[in-house]
């Protein structure tokens, strides 16, 4: 990529939440944006994702969140069942309008296809099964060698490749994943008829509940506590998370016998991540997971990773120098990020002790924070 002209060139590595919209955001004001993605084409997993109100703003600041919500199923009220079977109902703020929802369950496939079809509709180009083996910082710019023997000079270089960043590593920056001992369960079901927004079920151990993401499906979620962070193989994950399952009465024993039938059970393990220091060197930044990784608790990630890619075009339009720009976007997103990644270290904690009455009010008070502007 050479920028001959005046347009300003991006480079994103990571065709993820973070790395696709900001590339629609980037090339909404102009820039020339390629993305590099080390998967394969559409080789996102099948589970459901819920989309917070803040996640439906940002995604409402690049014109998307109409599509996710036709996509997906809006609803703006959880049902909290506790382990003696009361029910607590809580009415979440719309921050999109008061007529429209005020969150959305949605298939990750289907928030992919949106994303990336807006991307490459704004001229993004996305090479799949391509990632960076090299970074220089070279005069003013980043240049970036590629695993296919290629090379980039761009003018900004965006680290948007999750958890596991390698962009982070080949920077410097530094961010233990830490395991908090637990596993997150999600289950692909018929849409039982009852389940017209998020209902949780509180039991002895383990916390499950049911989210719906379409007119016809909806996953099933399940915290299991105290297991080591082992992979178990796919094909007994149905029967598995059925038996964890067992316990519970009701509406969930109703959707178990679905959830043992599932072909879309996803097992994944409860991590963290925090870069504490600069998440930029040159012109290179890293965002989303890479730079600060809640645990799914939370369900902020991907609230985290929409906003991320905003604010960083708003400070590369406020700054010519793309170092000042860089160093702005941090100092506006480190804050709010780390308290979100911070509360969930302390929800995982809690958990593990059972403590999960304790829990919600740091999740209250989470949510709060996060409804305020990014
Ligand atoms: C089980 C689970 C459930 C969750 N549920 C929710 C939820 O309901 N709501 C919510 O808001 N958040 C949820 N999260 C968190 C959310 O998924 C993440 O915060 C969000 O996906 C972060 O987006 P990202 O683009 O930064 O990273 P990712 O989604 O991880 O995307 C990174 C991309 O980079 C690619 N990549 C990785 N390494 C390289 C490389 N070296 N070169 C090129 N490409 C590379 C990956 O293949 C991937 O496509 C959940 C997380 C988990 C694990």
């Given at each position: 990529?050479?920028?001959s ?6 480079l ?20 020339r ?9 559409g080789?996102?997993?099948g589970w ?5 109100g803040?996640s439906?703003?940002?995604l409402?600041g ?16 959880i049902?909290?069942v506790?382990?003696n ?7 979440l703020?719309?921050?999109?309008g ?7 369950g ?5 928030l992919h296809?949106i ?14 099964g391509l990632?960076?083996?090299a970074l220089?910082?070279?005069?003013g710019r980043?240049r970036?060698?590629?695993t296919?023997g290629?090379?980039?000079a761009?003018d ?12 982070r590593?080949?920077i ?7 395991y908090?001992?637990q596993m ?5 079901v018929?849409r039982?008829g009852?389940?017209?927004s998020?209902?949780t079920?509180?039991g002895?151990?383990?916390?499950t509940?049911?989210?719906?993401i379409s007119?016809?499906?909806a996953?099933?979620?399940?915290t299991?506590?105290?297991v080591p962070s082992?992979?178990?193989p796919?094909a ?7 038996d ?10 109703e ?18 991540a925090l870069?504490d220091a600069?998440w930029s ?6 965002i ?5 990784a ?6 902020s990630?991907?609230?985290l990773a929409?906003?991320?890619g905003l604010?960083?075009t708003?400070e590369?339009?406020?700054?010519a120098d793309?170092?000042a720009?860089l160093g ?11 308290a979100?990644?911070r509360?969930?270290v ?8 059972r403590?999960?009455?304790?829990a ?11 409804a305020?502007?990014?």
């Amino acid at each position: 990529m050479h920028s001959s002209d005046s347009t300003r060139s991006a480079l994103i590595v990571g065709a993820g939440i973070a790395g696709l919209t900001t590339a629609t955001a980037l090339a909404r004001r102009g820039w020339r944006v390629e993305v590099v993605e080390a998967g394969a084409s559409g080789a996102t997993a099948g589970w459901g994702l819920s989309l917070t109100g803040p996640s439906l703003r940002a995604l409402d600041g690049l014109g998307l969140a109409g599509q996710c919500l036709a996509a997906g199923h809006g609803m703006s009220v959880i049902t909290n069942v506790d382990v003696n079977g009361d029910t607590n109902l809580i009415e979440l703020p719309r921050l999109i309008g008061d007529d429209r929802p005020a969150m959305a369950g949605i298939a990750r496939p289907e928030l992919h296809r949106i994303l990336r079809t807006e991307a490459l509709r704004l001229g993004t180009r996305i090479h799949y099964g391509l990632s960076v083996s090299a970074l220089r910082q070279d005069g003013g710019r980043t240049r970036a060698e590629l695993t296919d023997g290629t090379a980039r000079a761009v003018d900004l270089l965006v680290g948007a490749d999750g958890i596991r960043s390698g962009v982070r590593d080949l920077i410097g920056c530094v961010a233990p994943i830490r395991y908090h001992g637990q596993m997150v369960w999600r289950a692909r079901v018929p849409r039982p008829g009852w389940a017209d927004s998020i209902h949780t079920f509180a039991g002895e151990s383990h916390q499950t509940g049911v989210v719906p993401i379409s007119r016809s499906h909806a996953y099933v979620f399940l915290t299991e506590n105290g297991v080591p962070s082992d992979v178990l193989p796919d094909a007994g994950l149905a029967a598995r998370m059925a038996d964890l399952l067992a316990p519970f009465t009701g509406r969930v024993a109703e959707v178990r016998p679905e959830v043992a039938r599932s072909g879309s059970v996803i097992r994944r393990p409860v991590r963290t991540a925090l870069v504490d220091a600069s998440w930029s060197d040159g012109t290179t930044v890293v965002i989303g997971d890479a730079a600060h990784a809640p645990s799914p608790q939370m369900a902020s990630g991907a609230a985290l990773a929409i906003e991320d890619g905003l604010v960083l075009t708003q400070e590369l339009d406020r700054y010519a120098d793309i170092r000042a720009a860089l160093g702005a976007f941090t100092d506006r997103r480190r804050e709010r990020c780390s308290a979100v990644v911070r509360t969930s270290v302390a929800i995982a904690r809690l958990e593990q002790e059972r403590r999960h009455r304790d829990a919600y009010p740091l999740i209250d008070a989470c949510h709060q924070r996060m409804a305020q502007p990014a």
